[in-house]
């Protein structure tokens, strides 16, 4: 059964300060993989998505992820974080049954220190 | 703007109150969900519609039930609802075809007294 794990709960960084969002997935076939920005109260926006091709995938608001299939990952990153990052962060993997059979991490809670 | 539209934004029931929520897409999908999304728990799957048939039903309490009438709307009936069924209630859209992502509307905040 496909799966996936987000090791850290809730990560602050400082504002400028370099991030970088753990995903882990277990997934029998060629996963697709997405992350997905939440901020508070709302609902779930579409950073970035991996289906193939080029490993490192470029996303809006300045993040990118990398899919390395050799430790079933795929890690959010950001050069510079700004306050309005702060949101909970989901990472997510599906595969050819498309987004009916996304399974979804438990989230990354983002705090930004001024 | 959403293409995702969920009414109402808040809800609060008594648990022996019926109250539905609503979702419409603008998007042109042809499958829509529903999502629980409780504290501290991953996003949970309820309900799975592809061109208005219900393909998926994840061991759902029957107190929910949902109707999809068309492509572009989901509702979600609510009856005899717990204290535990307090949560967010997302719904999204998708085209339905491999390897395409799931389009999300700002939910609905239900809570249940």
């Known amino acids: 059964a496909q799966s996936v794990t987000q090791p850290d709960i809730h990560i602050t960084v400082s504002e400028g300060a370099s991030l970088e969002l753990r995903c882990n997935y277990s997934?029998?076939?060629?996963?697709?993989l997405f992350w997905y920005v939440q901020s508070p109260g709302q609902g779930l926006q579409l950073l970035l998505k991996?289906?193939?091709?080029?490993?490192l995938v470029q996303g809006i608001k300045g993040f990118e992820a990398e899919f390395k299939r050799s430790q079933s990952s795929f890690n959010l990153r950001k050069p510079s974080v700004h306050w309005s990052d702060a949101a909970e962060y989901f990472c997510?993997?599906?595969?050819?049954?498309?987004?009916?059979?996304?399974?979804f991490g438990q989230g990354t809670r983002l705090t930004i220190n001024p | 703007e959403t293409g995702v539209t969920q009414t109402p934004r808040h809800l609060v029931m008594g648990m022996t109150n019926k109250k539905s929520l609503k979702c419409e897409q603008h998007?042109?999908?042809?499958?829509m969900y529903w999502y629980k999304q409780s504290a501290k728990k991953p996003l949970e799957l309820m309900f799975v519609?592809?061109?208005?048939?219900?393909?998926e039903n994840n061991s759902v309490p029957s107190r929910f039930s949902p109707e999809c009438p068309n492509s572009s709307h989901l509702f979600l009936h609510l009856h005899t609802l717990q204290p535990e069924d307090s949560a967010l209630y997302l719904c999204?859209?998708?085209?339905?075809?491999?390897?395409?992502?799931?389009?999300f509307g700002q939910g609905t905040r239900l809570t249940v007294v």
């Open positions: 991996y289906f193939s091709g080029d490993t």
């Open positions: 519609y592809s061109l208005e048939e219900r393909v």
């Open positions: 997510a993997v599906g595969g050819i049954q498309g987004a009916q059979k996304l399974v």
């Open positions: 999204a859209s998708s085209q339905g075809a491999s390897g395409t992502e799931a389009f």
């Open positions: 998007l042109g999908h042809n499958a």
């Open positions: 997934y029998g076939a060629t996963p697709y």
